[in-house]
């Protein structure tokens, strides 16, 4: 207990020991971070939710074009070798800098589809596992800082990461991004070095329950050790060179295209293009009404699909016809062959609008052509319904005579 102050003294011994423990308690705080980690991890949908750009961690990769911003579109340029270091800042390393000490910078993850939390988890997952590979991690306010006085564009590039991990005056930054596939969280690593090394990058899986596992693996997979420093590489961008005057006009802006960049964007868009689940099979029932005669047709049957890629499909399908005769109600089959390109309305809605051509034979009576164009809804990640809304038919009958029909559809597609 503390001893009692009479008077006046008391009164500012008081004071001082509350302006003490307000400042102490951010500080604890902090350090009492780490707990957090114990929260329980959310389990990932069963869908995936992966980024438009996500790719195998062969090279660099682009920010992906809906994720959320930090700043302006503008970022600055990447400072050439030798570049000196912004007005009012020293020319000479410091001291307490990358160059002696080993400081590293984590930028907050990007989850893409899934519950924030996992990106929390993972972001201080990857500052722990730093800081017990030897590294001096630099604070969250301090990153907060640095990223916006580079501008840096949210998720970064490989080149945004390496500015802001400049800026940051550490040795090394890194960045992840996770997503959900298939029930289980994906997650790829970045990690800029000063040394001009690099960049390095690490991709892996897991569950809820071997989250912190798998990420403190791909941290140390991704990251250096933090005695593999090239100090040489390091002083060409920590010493300011001899001033040069200033060019007369203004030199144009060189855009440089990493090797092989064309490469990586049309393989990045084909394996996009690909189908999670190529076959389906279909439940269909439709009624054709007659539009210059007065006639009803009843049509039930199946289809196998076959989906090319995400949009453009083809199937075989097979319906029994109970059909308008000549004084009474005849049956028949009527097989088919349909193509159908899917058209995506929305980036935000999961709905899209099935355009089909289909051309089957009426034994006994003559070919079927079929056009519609619907609505398909997904009700899971196995199951969609559709609807043919507009479907205009062409029935091709003995004596050249055509008759059409308008044929609304609704069908059942099971995904396998």
């Known amino acids: 207990m503390l001893p009692r102050v009479k008077g006046t003294a008391s009164v500012l011994v008081r004071v001082a020991l509350a302006l003490g423990l307000f400042a102490v308690a951010p500080r604890a705080r902090a350090q009492m971070s780490g707990a957090d980690l114990a929260a329980p991890v959310p389990t990932p949908p069963s869908e995936s939710t992966a980024p438009p750009d996500a790719t195998p961690p062969d090279g660099a990769t682009e920010a992906p074009p809906d994720g959320p911003e930090t700043a302006p ?66 604070s969250p306010e301090d990153t907060v800082a640095a990223a916006q006085r580079v501008r840096m564009p949210y998720p970064p590039s490989p080149a945004d990461l390496w500015r802001v991990t400049y800026v940051g005056r550490a040795r090394r930054g890194a960045f992840a991004r996770v997503w959900a596939h298939q029930g289980r969280y994906v997650f790829e690593l970045s990690v800029a070095s000063l040394d001009g090394s690099g960049p390095f990058f690490a991709r892996g899986t897991s569950g809820a329950e071997d989250l912190h596992e798998v990420v403190a693996q791909l941290t140390r997979q991704a990251m250096p050790a933090p005695d593999v420093w090239n100090a040489e590489g390091y002083q060409r961008y920590a010493v300011a060179p001899e001033a040069t005057p200033a060019p007369t006009t203004p030199p144009e802006p060189l855009q440089v295209r990493p090797p092989g960049s064309s490469r990586v964007v049309i393989e990045r868009r084909r394996r996009d293009n690909r189908p999670g689940r190529r076959f389906d099979l279909a439940l269909q029932t439709e009624v054709a009404i007659g539009a210059d005669d007065r006639f009803t047709n009843l049509l039930l049957g199946g289809r196998l699909g076959v989906r090319i890629t995400k949009t453009i499909g083809v199937g075989v399908q097979f319906f029994y016809a109970n059909l308008r005769g000549r004084g009474e109600r005849v049956n028949n089959v009527l097989p088919m062959l349909m193509v159908e390109n899917r058209i995506r309305i929305s980036r935000r809605l999961d709905l899209t609008v099935p355009l089909r051509f289909s051309i089957g034979y009426l034994p006994y009576n003559g070919p079927v052509v079929r056009f519609s164009a619907g609505l398909n809804v997904p ?9 043919d809304i507009l479907a205009p038919t062409f029935w091709i009958l003995p004596e050249d005579r055509t008759a059409v029909s308008l044929n609304p559809a609704l069908e059942l597609i099971v995904r396998l």
């Open 73 to 138: 579109e503008t970022t600055p340029e990447i400072p050439p070798e030798g570049a000196t270091e912004p007005a009012g800042e020293p020319a000479t390393p410091d001291p307490d800098g990358p160059g002696t000490t080993p400081i590293a910078l984590v930028i907050d993850a990007a989850a893409y589809g899934v519950d924030p939390v996992v990106g929390q988890h993972v972001t201080r997952r990857m500052r722990m596992t730093a800081e017990e590979m030897g590294y001096v991690v630099v």
């Open 379 to 387: 009700l899971s990640s196995r199951v969609e319904l559709q609807a």
